[in-house]
């Protein structure tokens, strides 16, 4: 089943007292690229975040993950302040206040909802309690941000295939005209050709009017194009159906249909077919806009 590169899970819980609230959400990229933010405390887990999501399949996308933990105060911890920091952030706050006429209410609480001010000194012991609290709540997060992805993909699927029924349909169309096209040219030859001698009194050549049509025929002939086109349909749908990231094989099959339908309007000698490749064209471009969210 695909998957989109979009996709939103939140999970909270509280273990052993802590507090921990996961937020991973994504939009489409070429590439992986994933974002952490932890409390400064945490920052440890932030390198154990980008393998745990590769191992869950996620492998392009730009993806943010958001942990906060709020964090009991037990033995064997100590809660300092950052002064350096704690100074810095002050003079932030009085340079805004006074660059945009703010109120004075910078304050001892005020400033204390800024957690970062505070380090928390931990037994290098904890580290993997603390881990594996996180992770238990970061996987119940990404089980959720991996079935958005995965009904979103499941959406965008559809709707391709509703539009690859949509262009088939229109190369049938496409086929059935090109043998008109041949017959519409020889008419239109036999009659101009009748008028030209009827004056001189002379008959028509009819194997020369047949050469010609079949020379023209060879011209216009799109039944090379669209024999491909169908082909590269199938090779699009059968990796809409397989499993595994597909977004960049999407793009190039859809580039391959693009240059058939692109050939075949060069050939075309027929205001329907003409049309007909526009309106593949079209439904083409819907599909490319779509796929990129594939992925």
């Given at each position: ?210 050469t010609e049509c079949a020379i023209f025929a060879d011209r216009v002939a799109t039944d090379e194009e669209t024999v491909r086109l169908r082909s590269h349909i199938k090779a699009f749908t059968e990796t809409l159906d397989g499993d595994g990231p597909a977004g960049r094989n999407l793009d190039f099959w859809c580039q391959e249909m693009n240059r058939e339908a692109n050939t075949t ?31």
């Amino acid at each position: 089943m695909l998957k989109s590169m979009t996709g939103y899970g939140r999970a909270r819980d509280r273990i052993d007292g802590y507090d921990i609230t996961v937020e991973i959400k994504s939009v489409n990229n070429k590439t992986l690229d994933v974002s952490v933010k932890l409390p400064r405390a945490y920052t440890f887990a932030e390198e154990r975040v980008k393998p745990l999501l590769l191992s869950s399949g996620i492998n392009r996308g730009k993806v943010d993950v958001y942990i906060s933990v709020d964090v009991p105060q037990t033995e064997g911890e100590e809660l300092s302040l950052d002064s350096d920091y704690a100074a810095q952030y002050i003079a932030a706050l009085k340079k805004l206040r006074d660059e945009f006429g703010l109120p004075d209410d910078i304050s001892v609480m005020k400033v204390s909802e800024n957690r970062d001010i505070f380090t928390v000194t931990k037994k290098e012991d904890d580290l993997e309690a603390d881990w594996e609290r996180i992770k238990t709540v970061l996987s119940a997060a990404l089980e959720k941000f991996d079935g958005a992805r995965a009904a979103e993909g499941e959406r965008l699927t559809a709707d391709v295939k509703q539009k690859l029924a949509t262009i088939s349909t229109l190369v049938d169309r496409i086929e059935a005209q090109s043998g008109d096209a041949v017959k519409e040219y020889e008419a239109r030859l036999m009659k101009k050709l009748k008028e030209a001698l009827a004056d001189v009194g002379a008959s028509v050549d009819e194997s020369r009017v047949i050469t010609e049509c079949a020379i023209f025929a060879d011209r216009v002939a799109t039944d090379e194009e669209t024999v491909r086109l169908r082909s590269h349909i199938k090779a699009f749908t059968e990796t809409l159906d397989g499993d595994g990231p597909a977004g960049r094989n999407l793009d190039f099959w859809c580039q391959e249909m693009n240059r058939e339908a692109n050939t075949t309007g060069s050939k075309a000698q027929n205001p329907s077919i003409t049309s007909n490749v526009v309106a593949i064209k079209c439904e083409l471009e819907k599909i490319r806009e779509q796929i990129q969210n594939i992925e």
